[in-house]
DNA sequence: TTGGAATGTCAACAACACTGACATATGCTG
DNA sequence: CAGCATATGTCAGTGTTGTTGACATTCCAA
C-alpha cells in the first residue's frame, strides 16, 4: 500500500492513475500551493494589527452584506467566541457595522464600512492577481478541472455554502 | 474593478473567463477545499498531543528520508524554532530519529522510526481516502487541470521544492 | 586560528483556535 | 404570561503554531 502501487483494487483504467504516488503528489500541491495563495494578503494583513481570520470575516461580509453573525459562523467553521474576537476588532475600527434586525431583533446584521470596503479590496486585489496569473497560465480547461476538484474535495457542508455563495454572485 | 467586470484589459476570449467573479470563486474554492483537505488527519491528530504541524513533519520526512533540519525548514517554510519544538516532541516520542551526519557533523539527517511509519501512514491514509475519491468523481482530465493551476500559484521557491519532490518520487 | 555555518535552546510574545460558563435580549409556544 | 429556545456577546483558561531575539555549541574551511 506504501509502495506506489495503486491502493485500492482500480478498474484498468485507474491503474496509472491514483496511485499513492499520484495521490501524495496532489497533497503536496495542494500544500504548497495554499501556502502561496495565501501569501500576498498575509504580507499585506502584517503591516497592520489584522491576520487571516480578519481577511475571512471581511471576504464573506463582503460577499454577503447583512450576513447574520450565525450565518458567517457556519461559513467560517469557528467558534463564536473565535469569530466575535475578531469581529469585535473590526467593528471597534470602524471597518464592519453591526446592524440590529428587523425581523428578528436578536439577529445581527454585519456590513462592511467604506473603509471595510478599501480593506477588502486591497486584499483580494492581491489575492487576484495571483489567482489571474495562474488561471491564465494553465488555461480555461485546467481552470474548469482545477474547480472540479476542489469541490469533490470539499465537505459536504461546505460545498453546499459554496454552492449558495456561487449562485448569489450574479 | 468590483463591479463583475475583468479587472484587467482582456483580450476578447479571456473576457468571459477571468472576471473578478469568477477569480473570486476559485479563490472560494480554495478556502472551503483546504478545510477538507486537512480535516481528515487534523481529526486523528487532535485525540493525541499533536497537531498540523506534526503531520508535516512527519510527512516530509517520511518523503525525503535522511532530509536535514535546514532542508526542512526550506520545505516547511517556517522557523527553526517553531520546528524545533515540534521535532523534539517527535524525537523525545520515538517518531523521528536524529542522526549526525557523516561528511559534516553538523548536520542532522532525519527518519522515521517504526511508529513514526505507523502514524504517517495513518495520517496520510486518512488523506488519501479523501484525495482519492475527489479524483475519481472530478476525472483525470480534471485533475490534470487541477495540478496545472496548483503549481501556476505557488511561489517560485516552492514550484521548485515541489518539483524536486516529486521527480524523487519514482 | 579565526570566522562563519548549522544546529539547538531559552524566553517572551502574538494570533487563532478551543472549551466551559454565564449574561442578555428576544422570539415562540403553550 | 410563563417557560423554553435562540442569537449574540463576554469572561476566563488553555493549546498549537507561529514569530523575534539572544546565546551556546559544534564543526568546517580559509
Redesign the pocket.
Known sequence: MADGRASSAQSGENLLFLTDEQLRQGIEAMFFAYRGFTADPDRI?SDM????????AVHFINRAPGT??????NI?????????????TL?EDGLVE?K??K???????LFLTEEGHALEQKLSDAQRVRMRMAYREAGPDAVAGFRRVLEAMMDREMRNAYGRLKDSGT
Open positions: 494583513l494589527a489584522y491576520g487571516r481570520a480578519h481577511h475571512r447574520t453573525v450565525n450565518n458567517l459562523l467560517l467553521g469557528v467558534t463564536k467566541q473565535s469569530l466575535n474576537r475578531v469581529l469585535r467593528i453591526s440590529v434586525g425581523a428578528d431583533k436578536r439577529e445581527r446584521h
